[in-house]
């Protein structure tokens, strides 16, 4: 992106968190799901939209990237870690999440006003019995692997039980060029399940504290039980509102997204 500017924060416990901003205007932070970073695509795409409007900050979450990863990791961790960016923000800012980056937003929006708005993409909560079934310890099974130095299997059980990928499929992306960079990440993987939480069960008591203007979106050709979830965070959330993306997957296009977001973001 043209007019990008690389920074550095410091997270409360020392970890350095490495952003790119662009554009000029409210601030917007940007906030990855598993597996990506902040030169992923999708959301360096959206930045690009987004920044004639707003001075967007698209980041890479600590473990990730060029950001540190200070240990033990704790989901309290992440929100500090979204504060000091706020704070680097001026702050206060709007934050969009997608995936289970959208658990983290929503935690930190929960415990944070320095969030004005909130925007959210999927988030993978299990709110019924069409959704897959994880087991309480996956965090802690992705973790144990990945100690065991089981990057591979570690992401193939990630892509597997929580992403709902054929054994087939993950089978034909181990022969990938790109599988080296998926298996990068793996140690990351256990993060995303704690911020989920166990079973991803919805937090339905933190999403109720959640003030802010809200909007959760979800994908029309998405697996029905993601567009329930995001019904069912939308109604715990008081006064969000839901809208289904038509023609979209969980794979979401910039193309599609960036609009939204701009459209909620300036009202």
Known sequence: MSGTVTGRVSSADGTTIVFDRSGAGPAVILVHGAFTGRAHPILSDVAAALAPWFTVFNYDRRG???SGDTQ?????????DLTALLEEAGGSAMVFGG????????EAAA???AISKLAVWEPPYHVDESAPELSHDFA???DALVKDGRRGDAVELFMVQAAEAPVEAVAAMRLQPSWPEAEAAAHTLAYEAAVMGPGNALPAQRLAAITQPTLVLTGGNSPAWMTNAGKAVAETIHGAVHR???GQTHNVSPEALAPELLEFFTA
């Open 99 to 106: 995936s289970s980056g959208s658990g983290l937003a929503l």
């Open 244 to 246: 289904v993306l038509e």
């Open 72 to 80: 033990p990791y704790a989901v309290e961790r992440e929100v500090e």
């Open 140 to 142: 802690a099974q992705l």
């Open 111 to 113: 415990r944070n006003p």
């Open 64 to 66: 990730r990237g060029e």
